[in-house]
């Protein structure tokens, strides 16, 4: 498993891009990250929810209410416009940082 040190500052990035092509609620995002990296990384609900909350008061999410076939209700999150321009900044951000590193280690 990696340590989320190595990770925070790439959550708004790991966020932004799975929210991208369709809207999600936390829980289906919690799981999607871990699926997708295999058990490799699981993010804290905390950071989670810290981070929709800052992203949504940047402006780059917005959420909205929706309800389930159970009844429940659950909050979504899209990405805005604003979202992903700055995702498109912080995409070039990290492939400027995998360069320097990879650089330095080899």
Same mark, same amino acid.
């Given at each position: 498993? $990696?340590?989320?040190?190595?990770?925070?500052?790439?959550?708004? #990035?790991?966020?932004?891009?799975?929210?991208? &092509? %369709?809207?999600?609620?936390?829980?289906?995002?919690?799981? %999607?990250?871990?699926?997708?990296?295999? %058990? !490799?990384?699981?993010? @804290?609900?905390? #950071?989670?929810?810290? #981070?929709? &909350?800052?992203?949504?008061? &940047?402006?780059?999410?917005?959420?909205?209410?929706?309800?389930?076939? &159970?009844? !429940?209700?659950?909050?979504?999150?899209? $990405?805005?416009?604003?979202? @992903?321009?700055?995702?498109?900044? !912080?995409?070039?951000?990290?492939?400027?940082?995998?360069?320097? $590193?990879? !650089? $330095?280690?080899?």
């Amino acid at each position: 498993m $990696i340590s989320s040190d190595v990770i925070r500052g790439y959550t708004d #990035t790991i966020i932004l891009s799975l929210l991208r &092509n %369709q809207p999600g609620y936390g829980y289906e995002i919690s799981r %999607q990250i871990s699926a997708i990296t295999e %058990q !490799k990384f699981v993010m @804290r609900e905390t #950071t989670l929810y810290s #981070t929709f &909350n800052r992203l949504e008061h &940047n402006g780059y999410l917005r959420s909205f209410y929706g309800t389930e076939s &159970n009844g !429940k209700r659950r909050t979504y999150y899209e $990405i805005t416009p604003e979202g @992903r321009a700055y995702l498109k900044e !912080k995409i070039a951000e990290w492939e400027l940082t995998k360069e320097i $590193i990879e !650089k $330095i280690i080899r």
